[in-house]
């Protein structure tokens, strides 16, 4: 938006302007008469100059009249005619008033003597200048409120869709975040139920660094992928809780990529869509590769079940509340720029994120050592799976 200035140093400025042109206007008559003159050197040009300039400046003094009027009643919205003979009727007047302040004994020449034809004309030129000086500033201030009404309009748009974009993403962590917990607590439930009171605490404990995970990151729109990998391992941990040995893990991350920002909470939901659609269904061992590598855009996060038949049957356009949520928050975050692919094949099913580089200045944080890559054999202390509903 253009920024105001003082309302007194506008006036001034404007002033300035007038009375520039006013003086370059009067120069033209001056240099023309000192030619024909034949005088030399410039005190004679400032004393033609001295003789000329005082008509003009009278102009310039009436220029603020002439702009009221045309305002309020000498402009097109009363009709062109009366507004005509309005303009004439008011050159005249000004023509007649200037000719008797300026010459006093001889006005009579100039108002209706033989000179009066060059006299008028000369005055209806300078009517017709300040009619013209009027109308671009006119235009000039209407293009000003204009472009300061765009910008303020494309401020409010900005803002209300940055208002609707921080919205929405609360709005999808919050589906997925109560999805999480009730799961949580069936677990823990069930381990109390069956007299596992350590490997229930220590799920406890997950879910209380869990839970903390969350109210750190509410506010935050990325996070450097060591911290994703470091919910993540808790995570996994709860979920072996339940599996045990039929969820066998395996990570293969480029230290280069672990300072990467990426937004709360996708690499988690990659993993829970694999544990509901691979391992859940199945009573066999379901093997599970995690990675995460750097590339030429940005970052690549992937995860590749070898579920095989056993996984529930699902296509690009139905993966479940998990992955539409996250390819709804990557497309508000990152526009077209960020990319979420499904795929299923002999071998397994393998989900890929690609994240871009352009967030990269987002998160400054110091460099940190590596988080401890999770390993499936000691997060839970136990192999034997338990049974839960999987919600």
Same mark, same amino acid.
């Given at each position: 938006?253009?920024?105001?200035e003082?309302?007194?140093?506008?006036?001034?400025?404007?002033f300035?302007?007038?009375?520039?042109?006013?003086?370059?206007?009067?120069?033209?008559?001056?240099?023309s008469?000192?030619?024909?003159d034949?005088s030399?050197?410039?005190?004679?040009?400032l004393?033609?100059?001295?003789?000329?300039?005082?008509?003009?400046?009278?102009?310039?003094?009436?220029?603020?009249?002439?702009?009221?009027l045309?305002?309020?009643w000498?402009?097109?919205?009363?009709?062109?005619?009366?507004?005509?003979?309005?303009?004439?009727?008011?050159?005249?007047g000004?023509?007649?008033?200037?000719?008797?302040?300026?010459?006093?004994?001889?006005?009579?020449?100039?108002?209706?003597?033989?000179?009066?034809?060059?006299?008028?004309?000369m005055?209806?030129?300078?009517?017709?200048?300040i009619?013209?000086g009027?109308?671009?500033?006119?235009?000039?201030?209407?293009?000003?409120?204009?472009?300061?009404?765009?910008?303020?309009?494309?401020?409010?748009?900005?803002?209300?869709?940055?208002?609707?974009?921080?919205?929405?993403?609360e709005?999808?962590?919050?589906?997925?975040?109560?999805?999480?917990?009730f799961?949580?607590?069936?677990?823990?439930?069930?381990?109390?139920?069956?007299?596992?009171?350590?490997?229930?605490?220590?799920?406890l404990?997950?879910?209380?660094?869990?839970?903390?995970s969350? #109210?750190?990151? =509410?506010? $935050?729109?990325?996070?450097p992928?060591?911290e994703? *990998? +470091? /919910? &993540?391992?808790?995570?996994?941990?709860m979920?072996?809780?339940?599996?045990?040995?039929?969820?066998?893990?395996?990570?293969?991350?480029?230290?280069?990529?672990?300072?990467?920002?990426?937004?709360?909470?996708?690499?988690?939901?990659?993993?829970?869509?694999?544990?509901?659609?691979a391992?859940?269904?199945?009573?066999?061992?379901?093997?599970?590769?995690?990675?995460?590598?750097?590339?030429?855009?940005?970052?690549?996060?992937?995860?590749?079940?070898?579920?095989?038949?056993?996984?529930?049957?699902?296509?690009?356009?139905?993966?479940?509340?998990?992955?539409?949520? #996250?390819?709804? =928050?990557? $497309?508000?975050?990152?526009g077209?720029?960020?990319? *979420? +692919? /499904? &795929?299923q094949?002999?071998?397994?099913?393998?989900?890929?994120?690609?994240?871009?580089?352009?967030?990269k200045?987002?998160?400054?944080?110091?460099?940190?050592?590596?988080?401890?890559?999770?390993?499936?054999?000691?997060?839970?202390?136990?192999?034997?799976?338990?049974?839960?509903?999987?919600?």
């Open positions: 938006m253009p920024k105001s003082p309302a007194d140093f506008a006036k001034l400025r404007w300035l302007l007038a009375l520039a042109a006013w003086s370059l206007l009067a120069a033209i008559p001056s240099s008469a000192y030619i024909i034949g030399q050197g410039l005190q004679r040009w004393w033609i100059f001295g003789n000329i300039a005082p008509y003009y400046y009278l102009w310039a003094l009436a220029t603020p009249v002439i702009y009221r045309y305002k309020t000498l402009n097109p919205r009363h009709g062109w005619l009366p507004v005509v003979f309005g303009h004439l009727a008011m050159c005249l000004l023509s007649v008033l200037f000719g008797v302040i300026l010459h006093q004994g001889a006005w009579r020449v100039w108002i209706y003597g033989d000179i009066a034809p060059g006299y008028y004309a005055s209806g030129f300078s009517y017709l200048f009619l013209l009027i109308y671009f500033f006119d235009l000039h201030a209407t293009v000003r409120r204009q472009d300061a009404v765009i910008a303020e309009e494309r401020q409010r748009t900005l803002a209300l869709e940055a208002d609707l974009a921080k919205t929405q993403i709005m999808l962590r919050n589906q997925m975040n109560p999805h999480f917990l799961n949580a607590l069936n677990c823990i439930g069930a381990l109390i139920e069956t007299r596992q009171n350590d490997r229930a605490y220590a799920v404990e997950d879910l209380g660094s869990l839970l903390r969350l #109210l750190e990151h =509410r506010d $935050q729109e990325l996070v992928l060591r994703e *990998l +470091s /919910f &993540v391992r808790r995570y996994i941990a979920e072996q809780a339940r599996f045990g040995e039929r969820m066998r893990l395996q990570f293969n991350v480029d230290s280069s990529a672990m300072q990467w920002p990426v937004p709360p909470f996708v690499l988690q939901t990659l993993i829970e869509n694999t544990v509901k659609h391992v859940a269904p199945t009573r066999v061992p379901v093997n599970i590769e995690v990675s995460a590598k750097r590339t030429s855009n940005g970052i690549s996060l992937q995860v590749f079940d070898d579920g095989k038949e056993k996984r529930r049957k699902q296509d690009s356009a139905g993966t479940g509340v998990g992955l539409e949520n #996250l390819s709804k =928050r990557l $497309q508000l975050i990152y077209e720029d960020a990319g *979420l +692919s /499904f &795929v094949d002999e071998s397994g099913t393998t989900v890929r994120l690609a994240i871009p580089d352009h967030k200045t987002s998160i400054e944080r110091p460099e940190a050592e590596n988080p401890e890559i999770p390993k499936a054999e000691n997060l839970t202390g136990s192999d034997q799976p338990i049974s839960l509903k999987y919600i």
